[in-house]
């Protein structure tokens, strides 16, 4: 029963940080972008602009919350929550330290993973769909088709990882790291499996089905109020995990000397953090089919031989 | 090729966290505004204290957003204008009606803090505008140059100018 409750406590603090995490990172990235440009960024309300979060909250909430006449009512509602759902849904199978973990030891850990990260394209599809109008629908279409190939390489890229470890379960594969991080053998995963989580996560500079310029705002350019502070969050919760699943899967995880693992593990994902919005800074958008052809033709074929070379690596050295 | 470019990109990205912003933190910190800066316009007045306008009507003709209105002064013989409103609301600060004025009365100047809470305050009239000094060209008097006689000056007296040519005794 008291374990029970342990596990209940443990999780909904894990939830409640990653949502307030995520939106204080709306800040963090308004200020290092403004950094990277030369500005400040937003210094006014509380300490050096501290408390613009909580401004932003307070002006999220009090705008109008307009479902347009021309959407379909039901699912124009439930797209955003699929899409934070999922992504918060993804979290329970991250370990972030040996003892702070909803799932422990899942066996099949990673696939829970990519499954989830798979169901969050539906929130961004369904939200395009049933917005009914040109913009949202190309938003949405694009998300998918970039969404599933990059998803496909994404698993053949962590293949290598999971070769090496010998399982599914992210916490053996964060232990098996203990002497050698596989960013090291497994490097060319890494790659691949950041440029695939940096389009899952539809950043920048692969944020197409969003792609101001030419879409309005893409899939959620309906969207007003909280709905589109639930994609708003779900985005930036969504660099929290792909910088998590990074750091578990290819950098150690909690590991690191002297320091208490939480901390390790937190200065990990807040550097992939900060390199995930100086890839905003600095880099354009590839055109559309620029980047379909580097999923299918450049990303994929590598990371299939990335697979059969770890493979027989693994097979021709015995343990 | 691409990834190379792409690398540096954000390596040069990532020392711009280095260098020194180029914000000016606004009510703070003032930026600086050369004296040819296109804000808020007056109207001059020439060296003598008299009202530099003419009633010319050109930079009423000139303004793109057609925004000054004025009306000469009824009395005979008085050039001034009788009204002189801007409406700021609509001003572009364009300067075409300082380019345009050939008394110099109209006048941009380096200030551009003229918020109000109503549109209607954006109205600026002809006390709002009239200043007691000569603006930007301290020296300049319209009617000292011009070839007209005005109170204290005959034709011919002005600068740079010749005295009145005798039509008839031009004659051959
Ligand atoms: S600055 Fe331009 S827009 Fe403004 S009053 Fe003069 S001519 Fe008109
Ligand atoms: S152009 Fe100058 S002199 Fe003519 S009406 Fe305008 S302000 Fe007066």
């Known amino acids: 029963m008291v374990e029970i409750l342990i596990d209940i406590g443990i999780s909904v603090a894990l939830l409640l940080s990653i949502v307030t995490l995520a939106a204080f990172l709306t800040f963090v990235e308004r200020r290092l972008l403004g950094f990277w440009q030369d500005r400040l960024g937003p210094n006014r309300v509380g300490w050096e602009g501290s408390l613009q979060v909580v401004a932003d909250m307070i002006k999220i909430f009090f705008k109008q919350d307009w479902t347009p006449s021309f959407v379909e009512p039901v699912i124009f509602v439930l797209a955003p929550a699929i899409v934070l759902v999922t992504v918060l849904l993804a979290f329970a199978v991250l370990p972030l330290t040996p003892g702070i973990g909803i799932a422990g030891h899942l066996n099949i850990g990673v696939l829970f993973f990519l499954g989830m990260t798979s169901l969050t394209v539906y929130g961004v599809v369904l939200a395009g769909w049933a917005s009914n109008s040109k913009f949202a629908l190309i938003g949405g279409m694009r998300a998918a088709a970039q969404m599933i190939s990059y998803e496909v390489f994404m698993g053949l890229a962590l293949i290598g990882v999971v070769m090496q470890s010998g399982s599914f379960d992210l916490v053996k594969i964060v232990e098996a790291q203990r002497h050698l991080w596989f960013v090291v053998p497994q490097f060319f995963g890494f790659i691949m499996f950041l440029i695939a989580g940096i389009a899952e996560a539809h950043r920048l500079p692969f944020d197409l089905p969003e792609g101001e310029n030419e879409l309005g705002a893409g899939f959620h350019t309906e969207y007003s109020s909280m709905k589109f502070?639930?994609?708003?969050?779900?985005?930036?919760?969504?660099?929290?995990?792909?910088?998590?699943?990074t750091v578990i899967l290819f950098f150690g995880g909690w590991n690191g000397p002297f320091l208490p693992p939480i901390f390790w593990f937190m200065l990990k994902i807040s550097l992939f953090i900060g390199f995930f919005i100086l890839l905003r800074a600095a880099l354009p958008r590839p055109r559309y089919d620029q980047l379909m052809s580097y999923g299918w033709?450049?990303?994929?074929?590598?990371?299939?031989?990335?697979?059969?070379?770890?493979?027989a690596l693994i097979l021709s050295v015995p343990a | 090729m691409?990834?190379?470019?792409?690398?540096?990109?954000?390596?040069?990205?990532?020392?711009?966290?280095?260098?020194?912003?180029?914000?000016?933190?606004?009510?703070e910190q003032k930026p600086y505004l050369s004296p040819r800066f296109r804000g808020r316009i007056i109207l001059t007045r020439d060296p003598d204290g008299e009202e530099r306008c003419v009633s010319c009507y050109l930079c009423a003709a000139v303004c793109p957003s057609?925004?000054?209105?004025?009306?000469?002064?009824?009395?005979?013989?008085?050039?001034?204008?009788?009204?002189f409103r801007i409406n700021f609301s609509r001003c572009i600060f364009c300067g075409l009606c300082e380019e345009a004025c050939p008394t110099s009365a109209i006048q941009l100047t380096p200030d551009f803090e003229m918020?109000?809470?109503?549109?209607?305050d954006l109205v600026y009239e002809k006390e709002h505008l009239l200043i007691s000094g000569t603006g930007?060209?301290?020296d300049y008097n319209f009617y000292r140059v011009a070839g007209v006689s005005v109170r204290g000056k005959a034709k011919g007296e002005a600068l740079n100018e010749a005295p009145p040519v005798d039509a008839r005794g031009l004659m051959p």
């Open chain 1, 229 to 245: 502070g639930m994609f708003f969050v779900g985005e930036y919760a969504s660099i929290v995990l792909i910088s998590s699943i």
């Open chain 1, 297 to 311: 033709k450049l990303m994929l074929p590598l990371s299939i031989i990335n697979v059969a070379v770890t493979g």
């Open chain 2, 2 to 27: 691409y990834i190379y470019s792409s690398l540096r990109t954000l390596w040069f990205t990532f020392l711009h966290l280095f260098h020194k912003t180029e914000t000016i933190q606004y009510p």
């Open chain 2, 66 to 83: 057609d925004c000054i209105s004025l009306q000469k002064s009824s009395i005979e013989g008085d050039w001034t204008p009788e009204h």
């Open chain 2, 115 to 120: 918020s109000e809470y109503r549109r209607s």
């Open chain 2, 136 to 138: 930007k060209v301290p």
